[in-house]
C-alpha cells in the first residue's frame, strides 16, 4: 500500500533562518505532488506541484521554493524564514490524472519567531 | 476553477445525519467535484468525488442536482469523530491542483 511521510512534525525557527522540509512517498511511482500551506484560521493554499523529477510550478510567487531531486522525494525550501512563512505545511500525492484523488501526509506545523 | 459556497459552521447531532450543501454554480461541464475533510491538526482526508451521477462509498453519500450548480455530502450516521471541517473543491481532475476553500466546520454533540 502507499504511504506518505513528512518530517518533522513541528518546527521552530528563528526568522532569517533557512527552511527544508521534506516528503517521501512509498509505494507507488511516477506521483504527482504537491505543497500545500494553511495559516492559521485559513483554508489550504496550493504552493507548488510537480509532475515528475525536476518538474516544479509555483502557484504562488513567496519566499519558498520546491525541489524534486527523485521520483518520489519533494522538498520545500526557503533560504530566510519570515514571521509570514509560519503555518501548517502539507504533502500531497496522487497517481491518476483523471480521478485526481490527492492523499495527504500527517503535515509541518512550522512556527517562525 | 469554479468557486465554491459552504456554509461556514453546521450542528448534528449524533447518529443523525448530516447534510452539508455545496454551491457550485460556475462549474465547467468537466470538472468533477470532490469532497475532503479535515479534523483538527490532521492532514486532509479525501471522501468522495462525482462528476453528475450520485455516488455512495463506504464513508458517505455525495447528491450533485442535475444541473450540477450544488451537489451535497451526506454523513448517513454522524459520530463524534466526524466532527471536521468539510470542503467542496471542484476541479478538472486532469489539471491536479486543488483550491480549497474555507470549508463548514461540522460539529457532532453528543
Known amino acids: 500500500s502507499q504511504t506518505i511521510h513528512q518530517w518533522p512534525a513541528t518546527l521552530v525557527q528563528p526568522v532569517g533562518s533557512p527552511l527544508s522540509l521534506e516528503c517521501t512517498v512509498e509505494?507507488?511511482?511516477?506521483?504527482?505532488l504537491y505543497w500545500y500551506r494553511q495559516a492559521a484560521g485559513r483554508g489550504l493554499q496550493l504552493l507548488f506541484y510537480?509532475?515528475?523529477?525536476?518538474?516544479i510550478s509555483s502557484e504562488v510567487p513567496q519566499n519558498l521554493s520546491a525541489s524534486r531531486p527523485q521520483d518520489r522525494q519533494f522538498i520545500l525550501s526557503s533560504k530566510k524564514l519570515l514571521l509570514s512563512d509560519s503555518g501548517f505545511y502539507l504533502c500531497?500525492?496522487?497517481?491518476?490524472?483523471?480521478?485526481?484523488?490527492?492523499?495527504f501526509g500527517a503535515g509541518t506545523r512550522l512556527s517562525v519567531l | 476553477d469554479a468557486k465554491t459556497t459552504q456554509p461556514p459552521s453546521m450542528d448534528c447531532a449524533e447518529g443523525r445525519a448530516a447534510n452539508l450543501p455545496c454551491n457550485h454554480s460556475t462549474i465547467s461541464g468537466n470538472e468533477y467535484v470532490y469532497w475532503y475533510r479535515q479534523i483538527h491538526s490532521q492532514g486532509p482526508q479525501y471522501i468522495i468525488h462525482g462528476l453528475k451521477n450520485n455516488e455512495t462509498n463506504e464513508m458517505a453519500s455525495l447528491i450533485i442536482t442535475e444541473d450540477r450548480k450544488s451537489s451535497t455530502l451526506i454523513l448517513p450516521h454522524a459520530t463524534l469523530r466526524d466532527t471536521a471541517v468539510y470542503y467542496c473543491?471542484?476541479?478538472?481532475?486532469?489539471?491536479?491542483?486543488?483550491?480549497f476553500g474555507t470549508g463548514t466546520s461540522l460539529t457532532v454533540i453528543p
Open positions: 509505494g507507488t511511482s511516477n506521483p504527482n
Open positions: 473543491i471542484p476541479s478538472i481532475g486532469t489539471g491536479n491542483q486543488f483550491y
Open positions: 510537480s509532475v515528475g523529477i525536476g518538474q
Open positions: 500531497a500525492w496522487s497517481v491518476s490524472r483523471t480521478k485526481n484523488i490527492q492523499y
